[in-house]
C-alpha cells in the first residue's frame, strides 16, 4: 500500500537533514565576546630556535612564555585552548593591542589580517571534515607575528593542527630554520590552506557518491542530501573567501617584518587559496547538474507512471466497450445466438490492445 | 470534499501574506519630505563628560542644549523624537548644513555619510525585528560629530536604542570616558551594527523553523511563507548594503574630527557590517534551497497520487474485463453453467491485481 | 463546458498584452536623426533673475532669446518643443556644439552628461506613468547649462515638467534665487530624479495589485500582466541606470561653471538616483517571487484536479467491480438470490470508497 | 489520430532548427590563417580628397594606390576582397605591421584596436540581417588610419558597406572634407555601428512576431524558434561587446593621428555602442520572458486536458456506478419492476453529473 | 512491456556517465607535491640558434643541456617527461627558484607566471580531446624564459607538442630564428593557447551532434550526455580563464627578458586567448539552450500521452454509459424490445466519440 506519510517522513531523518545544521550555519554573531566558553585544557608549546639550534618547551603557566619576547632567536608559542585571563596577559606582555585580544577571544569571526602597532595579526579558520555528521567544522587560528616571536592561539587543545611543522622545525637543514619569523608565518598559513584541499576532497567523494545516488535510484531523499551538501558548502565558501584577501593583504603589506624574499612564498599561499576558491565554484556547478539531473529522473519517472496508466486505460477500453455492448438486453442482438459468439467477441477485446500497444511502440513510445 | 477554493483563499490570509507589507517595502520615496509627522514626544538627554567626570541632564526644551556646544568636555546631545523646528533650531546653534537637516528629516532616506562644513555626519537605520507581524522594522538614526560633541536624531522617543552606551558612559574606566568625540560616534555605530545580528538571529531562527514546516509537511502556505520571509530580506539587505559604504567613508576620511587611534575601531565595525552582509546572502541561499526543496515535495506529492491512480485503475482492470466478459449475454459462455465458474473468476479478479503490484514493487516503484 | 481556445485566447486581449509595446520597447535607434517631427507647438519662456528681482517672459519667436545671453542675471531658457531650425539657432547663439544639437533633436537617445567648448550637457529623460495604456512613458529633456544661463529644451510642450521650479523662483527668499546658474540646473535635475519616485510609485502600486490577484484567484491572465509589467521595468530601468553616471559625471567635473557649494546638492540628487535605483532591483525581486507564487498557485490548482480525479476513480472502483461481479452471469453466484442480498452489494460499494476516503485523509491527503 | 512522432519531426525540421548554424557559431578559430579563401573579385576604389576638391578612382590593381600614400590631400583606399598577397603588398607599401596583415586575413576575429608603428589599426565586423535564412551575417572590416590616408579592407566585394560614406564625400561643405583623416575613420565606424541597430531592428521584429506566435497559439515549434533566436543574439553580442572596447581605446589613446575635437565625435559613437549593448539585453529580458511565457502556455494546455478527463470521468462515474447496480442479477432489487424505474435511474445518471459540473464551476474550476 | 528499472539504468552506463570522471574533476589538490609519479622516459631536445645557424642536439642526459647556458646563440632546452632529480639539478644550473621547482613537479596547478630572480616562468596546460573517453585532457608545461635561453618541461614524453616550432626553428628566414629568446616564449604560448581551439572545435562537435539528438530523438540519456559535456567544459573553462592573467601579467611586465617589440606578439595572443575564453561562454549558453529545449520535450512527450488518455477516456466513456443503460434489469425498458434497438444503441456509441474528437480538434488540442 502507498503511503504517502513516508514520502514525507523521509525527509525528517534528524541525522540526515538537520535543521539544526542550518541553525549553527545562520546564527553567525562575530559581535558577541562573553559567549565564548572557558577552554578546560590550556597547552602551552614554545619552540625557541635559529638556524643552528632548536629548544623545545612545554609551559605549566602561559605566564612562562614571557621570558622568550626579546631573545635574539626566533619563538613561536602555541597557546593551544583560549583562556580570557591568558590571552589578555599574553597580549599586553607581547604588545597585542586590546582590539585584537577581541579578535582572539571572539566566535565566528570572518577571517582578517591586521598591521596594528608593530605586529602582524591574522586570523583564519582551520577547516576539518567531521565523517561522523558529514559537516564541515572549522577551528579558529590566530597568528601574531612580531619581531622574532610568532605566537599562535588555537580554540581546540585536542587537535593538532601545526605537528607538521614541528618535524621540520626540529630538522636542522629545513628552511625554516634558516629563515626569519615571517616564515614560520608563512608556514602555518600554507598548512591551514592545504589543509582546505583535504576538506574539499572529502566534500568531493560525497559529491561523487551522491551523484552516483542519483544516476542509479534518485530516491526521495536525494534532493534533501543534496541540499545538505550544499550547506557544507557554504561554510567552506565562506571561510575560504576572506582568506584571499588576508593572503594579498600580507603581500601588499610593507610591514618591516615581512623579508622582500618570503613575499614569493606567501604569493604561492595565494595561488593556492585562489585555485581552492575556483573549485569550489566547480562544486557548486556540479551540484547544479546533479538537481537538476534528479529532478530530471524525477520526471521521467512520473512519465513511466503515466505511461503505464496510458497502457492499461487502452487495454481496458475495448474490452469494457464489448462487454457492455454485448451485455445489453436487446431483444436482438447478432451473434448472441451463434455458437462461436463468445469467442469472437473475446478475441475482438484481446486483438484490439495488441494492435493498439504495437502501434505506440513502432511511435517510439514505449 | 475538496474544495478548490480553500487551496486559493490560503494565500490570502492577511497576516500571512500581507500585499500591504508589498505596498509598505515598495513605496520608498526619500524625495518628499513634508511628510514625516511631528513626533508627539521629543525626549532631549544630554551627557556631557570627560575623563574625570560625567553629568547626565534630560532638558525640557531642545533650545537647552545650546549652552553645550563651546565646552570643554564632550557633549552628548540626544533627540529622541524628531520635530522640523527643533531639529532646525539645533542644527543653525551647531553649524549643521540645511541640506542634512533635510536629510533627518526625510523618511526611507538611504544610509549616508557625509562631511560637511566641519561637522561629520552619518545618517542610518536602526533594525528592528516585530515578533508580531514577523518584520524587519527600522528606525532612522542621525549621528552628527562635531568638535567635542555628538548630537543624535532618533525617529522614535519610546525605543531606547542607546541605552547600553549610558551604563558604559557612567563608567569611571571605560574606554569611551578616556577618549575623544570620534570614539562616542564609534560606538553608537557599533551598538546599530551590533543589532543588525540581532536582528538576523530572529530572521534566521523563522528559516529554521519554516525548513522544518518544509521538510515535514510542506502545506499550501509555505511558499507563501518563503515569499514573505524573502521580502523582510529585501528590507534587512537594502538598510546594510549601503551600511558598508558610510564605514568605509569613515575610515577613508581625512578629517580632522577622527583621530587615527580610532580608526582601528572603525575597521572593526566595518569588518562586522562585511560579515553581516556575507551572511545575509548565505541566508539567501539557503532560501533558495528551501524553495527547491518545497517545490520538489508538491511535486512527489502529487506522484503520490498518480501512483494511487495508476494503483487503483490496475485493480479496476482485470474486474472490470472480467466482469465485463461474464456478463454478456452469450448463449453458450463456458464454464457459465459450471458450479465454481463464479469463484473461478473472483479469483482470477484478485491474483491478476496482486501479481501486479509484486511486479511493480519489484520494480521499484513503490 | 470547457473551451480551450479561450484559454489561449485570454493572452490576446490587445489592450493586456500589446507585442505592439515590445516594438516600442525593442525598436530603439538613436542613430537616426531626421526621423523626430517637428513639434506643431513650440513655447519658449524665459526667467531673467537674480537674489533681487525675477522677470518672466513668454517669447513669441525663439531668436528674441539671443538677447539674455550675456546679461549679468541668470537667465533660464526653456523652450517647450522641439524644431530643427529653433534649436539649431539657438544652440549657434549660445555656443552649443553641433553635435550635442544633433542629441537634443534625437529620439531615444542615452541619458548622458558632456562638457563641450564651455557649456555642461545633460540629456535625459522624464518619466510619465500613463494610467490609461499602464505605460511608462519618456519625455526627453536636454538641459544647457552655461555661464549665467540655463537652455532647457522638451519634447513636449502640452507638459509642465518645471511648473514647480517657476514657483520656487517668484519667491524671493527661495534658495535657487541668491545662488548661480548651476544651482538652476541642480533644481531641475532634481525635479526629474524625484519625478522617478513617482513613476516608480505607480509600478508599485501595480505589482501590489497584481500580488493580491495572484495570491487571490491567479488566473491565466496573471503571467502575461506579469510579463506585461516587467517590460515597463525595463523601460525603467534604462532611463534611470545611465542618469547615475551622468550625476556622478556632474560631481566629478571639474568644469568653472560649478560652484564648489552646489556639489553637495548634486551628492543629494545622486543619492537619490542610487536609491531609485536599488528600489526597482527591489521590484524585480518581488517581481520574481511573483511569478514563482503564481506558478507554484497553477501547480497547486492541477494537483487539486488530480487529486477529485483519484477520488472519483477510488469511489468508482469498488461499485464498478461489485456490479461487474454479481452481473455475472453465472448459475450460481451466492447471496444472488438473497433477499438482502442486493443491499448488501450496495452497502459495501458505499462502505469501501467511505473507508477509502477517511485513509487519504488521515494521511493528511486532502 | 495522435502521431508523438510528428511531436518529434517538428523540431528536425532543417531550415527551421539548424545544428547546422550551432557549428558555424561554435566553430569559431582566428588562430588558423590559411583557412581564408583568395577573393574571386577585388575592387580597389581610392577618394583622394581635401576640403577644396575631391577625386575619385577605380584602381584596375592594388598596386596602383602606391601613390596616393605621399600626398598632401586625404587619401581613402577601399579594398574590395581580401588576397593574401594584396593586402601584403599594401601594407608594405603603407608600413602595416606584419601582424596586422596577420589580423586582416584571419577570419572570425574578435574585433579590436591597436597602435602600431605609428599607424591606427581597427578590426570590426558589419553585421547584416539574413531574411532568407534569417540569421546575422558578418563582414570583417580592417581600417588602418595613418598620417593623411585611411586604408580600408573589406571581406566581400559585392557588399557595399560605405556608400552612404561616398555620398557625403562628394559634397563640397560636408564635415568630412573639412577635416582630417581620423574624421574620415570617425565616420566609418559610426556607419558600422548606426548599422548594428539597423540589424537589431530586424531581431525586434522577429521577436515581436515570435511573441505574438507565443501569445496566440504556442504550438511546438516555438521553443525551437527561440532557440534559435537567441543562437542569433548571441552572434549579435559577441560581435558588439568587444567594439565598446576598440571605441574606447581609441578614445583614451593619445596617438597623434587623433584630432582632439574628434574625439567629441567619437565618444558619441561610444554612446551608440553603450545603448546597442544595453539593448541587446533587453532582448534578452525579453527573450526569457517569452520562454517562461510558452512554458506556462503548454502547462496551462496541459492543464485543460485533465480538466478535461477530470470532467469526463466524472459524468462517467455515477452512471457505471447505477448501471453496474441495476445490472446486478440479485433476484430482489428495488423498482426493478416498478414501471417508471427505468427513467427513474437514467435521471440520477444526468443529474448527478450536473450537478457536480455546477458546483466545480462555483468553485472557480473552469 | 513497460520496465522502469530500465529508466533508471540508462544512466548507470559507465562509459556513459562516469562518477569515475567526477572524482578526476573535483579531487584536484595542487599542495601535495610527493605524488607525481617519476616519468619512466625522458627525452631532452635542445635546439641551440641564431639567425645564421640552428644546432639540434637529443640529449642523453639531462646534465649535458649544462653548457648551453652561456652560450651567445639561443639555447631551447625541451624536457619531457618529470624526474624529480632532473628538475632539481638543472633548476640550480640555470638559477630556477626552488619554489618553481615546487611548481614544475606539482600537478594540476592553476596556470600561473612568475617572475622570480632573472627568469620569467610561466606555467600552463596543454589540453587534448580524447576522442575514446570523450573527455578534455591536460598535459603541464613550465616555461622558463632566461637571457638567452628557454627552457620547458613537459609531462608527457610521448606527446610531441612542439613539432611544429621545430620545423620552423629549422627554417632560416623564419622570424623566430631573427629574434631572441623571448619571441620563442612566445610562440610556445601562441601554439598551447591556438590548440585550445581544436580542442573547443572536438567540443562544439559533440555539442553540435548531441544539439541533434535532443531535437530528433530526445531519449532519457540526453541529459546525462549534456551533463558530461558541461563537465568537459568545466575542464576547459578552469584550464583557460588564468592563461589570461597569466599572458596579461607577461604583457605588464616590465622584466629585461621582452624585448617592446615582442610585446605586440604577446597581445595577440592575448586576443587570442579572450575570444576563447568569450567563445566558451557561448558553448555554455548554448548548453542551456539545449537543456531547456530536451526539458520541454519531455513534457511535450508526457502531453502526448495525456492527450492519448483523454481521448481513450472519452471515447470509452459514452459507450459504457450506454452499455450500462440497456444492461440495466428493469422491466421496461425502451426500445429493448424494438427490432433495431441494438444497432441504434451501437450507432449512439460510435457517433458521440467522433463528435467529441471534430470537436476537440476543431478546438486546436491535436
Not at 11 to 36: A, D, S
Not at 160 to 166: I, Q, S, T
Request: glycine share 4%; hydrophobic share 40%; with cysteine.
Amino acid at each position: 500500500m502507498v503511503t504517502p506519510k513516508k514520502v514525507l517522513k523521509y525527509l525528517y531523518l534528524p541525522n540526515l537533514f538537520g535543521t539544526q545544521r542550518t541553525k549553527e550555519i545562520l546564527h553567525v554573531n562575530p559581535t558577541i565576546i562573553p559567549q565564548r566558553e572557558e577552554a578546560a585544557i590550556v597547552r602551552t608549546f614554545v619552540y625557541d630556535y635559529d638556524a643552528e639550534s632548536v629548544k623545545e618547551f612545554e609551559l605549566k603557566t602561559v605566564e612562562s612564555c614571557y621570558k622568550f619576547k626579546n631573545t635574539n632567536t626566533i619563538s613561536w608559542i602555541n597557546i593551544d585552548g583560549l583562556r580570557k585571563a591568558d590571552v589578555e596577559s599574553v597580549a599586553s606582555q607581547f604588545g597585542i593591542h586590546p582590539l585584537l585580544v577581541e579578535d582572539i577571544l571572539s566566535i565566528n569571526q570572518r577571517p582578517k589580517m591586521d598591521e596594528v602597532e608593530g605586529v602582524l595579526f591574522c586570523l583564519l579558520n582551520m577547516l576539518y571534515y567531521n565523517e561522523k555528521n558529514q559537516t564541515v567544522e572549522t577551528e579558529q587560528i590566530s597568528i601574531v607575528l612580531g619581531k622574532n616571536f610568532v605566537v599562535s592561539f588555537q580554540e581546540d587543545a585536542k587537535r593538532d593542527v601545526f605537528n607538521p611543522l614541528r618535524q621540520r622545525l626540529k630538522m636542522n637543514n629545513s628552511k625554516i630554520r634558516q629563515r626569519s619569523a615571517d616564515y614560520l608565518c608563512y608556514s602555518m598559513l600554507d598548512l591551514i590552506v592545504d589543509n582546505y584541499y583535504v576538506v574539499m576532497e572529502r566534500l568531493g567523494d560525497r559529491i561523487e557518491n551522491l551523484e552516483e545516488e542519483v544516476v542509479r535510484s534518485s530516491n526521495t531523499r536525494s534532493l534533501a542530501k543534496i541540499n545538505q551538501l550544499r550547506k557544507e558548502l557554504i561554510v567552506l565558501k565562506r571561510n575560504m573567501a576572506p582568506v584571499r584577501d588576508l593572503i594579498n593583504g600580507i603581500i601588499r603589506s610593507e610591514s618591516d617584518l615581512l623579508d622582500d624574499a618570503t613575499t614569493k612564498y606567501f604569493k604561492d599561499v595565494y595561488d593556492h587559496i585562489i585555485q581552492a576558491y575556483d573549485l569550489s565554484e566547480n562544486y557548486r556547478d556540479i551540484m547544479v547538474s546533479m538537481q537538476d539531473l534528479y529532478i530530471n529522473n524525477v520526471n521521467l519517472k512520473m512519465n513511466e507512471v503515466m505511461k503505464v496508466m496510458a497502457i492499461v486505460t487502452c487495454l481496458l477500453a475495448p474490452a469494457t466497450v464489448i462487454g457492455g455492448i454485448f451485455g445489453m438486453n436487446f431483444d436482438s442482438i447478432p451473434y448472441l445466438h451463434n455458437q462461436y459468439g463468445f469467442w469472437i467477441a473475446v478475441t475482438v477485446m484481446l486483438v484490439i490492445p495488441v494492435w493498439m500497444i504495437t502501434m505506440f511502440r513502432r511511435r517510439g513510445w514505449f
